[in-house]
T-cell receptor, first 108, second 114 residues
């Protein structure tokens, strides 16, 4: 079993839809990151969370430490949101565990 | 540009050749990490440095792989006698000691072994 599990693996949405990507983890963490990776491109860090909720533009990330679960929400999705979204958790030993990613395609 | 810089962005090489990648971290970051990402998978840890010291190596890092950070600034990752299975995205990240905050990734080097 992977330390970090993401769902769904693949997601196709119509432009304008509300999108949720889920991440569950089994290790103790100091922080959780949501990362975005475009095809052929590098990784961009979207959020770093240790508790509660953060919002940036149309993106919202939440974390429930007790349940070891985080969600990434995209409101009013747009084709440019099409990318792979990766959940990564870091522990106090500076070790990071990555989910396998959720591939999102937003259709105009 | 104050981000993590990786060169080259893309590398195509013939099987059996040696390749070297470079990572320039954020200047004040004293930790530097290398990860490998194959298609459809999340990044896998390879090794990390604190300043110039290589503190941990994954068993994924076979004898054909070597990484250095000679002056505690930039790092190089060399793969000798490349194999087709080495084809992947090689990612570099940097951070400050003891912090998972400000953990910054580079854009990666995509290696294709033909």
């Amino acid at each position: 079993k992977n330390e970090v599990e993401q769902s769904p693996q693949n997601l196709t949405a119509q432009e304008g839809e509300f999108i949720t990507i889920n991440c569950s983890y089994s290790v103790g963490i100091s922080a959780l990151h949501w990362l975005q990776q475009h095809p052929g491109g590098g990784i961009v860090s979207l959020f770093m969370l240790s508790s509660g909720k953060k919002k940036h533009g149309r993106l919202i990330a939440t974390i429930n430490i007790q349940e070891k679960h985080s969600s990434l929400h995209i409101t009013a999705s747009h084709p440019r949101d099409s990318a792979v979204y990766i959940c990564a958790v870091g522990n106090t030993g500076n070790q990071f565990y990555f989910g396998t990613g959720t591939s999102l395609t937003v259709i105009p | 540009d104050t981000g993590v810089s990786q060169n080259p962005r893309h590398k195509i090489t013939k099987r059996g050749q040696n390749v070297t990648f470079r990572c320039d971290p954020i200047s004040e970051h004293n930790r530097l990490y290398w990860y490998r990402q194959t298609l459809g998978q999340g990044p896998e840890f390879l090794t990390y440095f604190q300043n110039e010291a290589q503190l941990e190596k994954s068993r994924l890092l076979s004898d054909r792989f070597s990484a250095e950070r000679p002056k505690g600034s930039f790092s190089t990752l060399e793969i000798q006698r490349t194999e087709q299975g080495d084809s992947a995205m090689y990612l570099c990240a940097s951070s400050l000691v003891g912090a998972v905050y400000g953990y910054t990734f580079g854009s990666g080097t995509r290696l294709t072994v033909v």
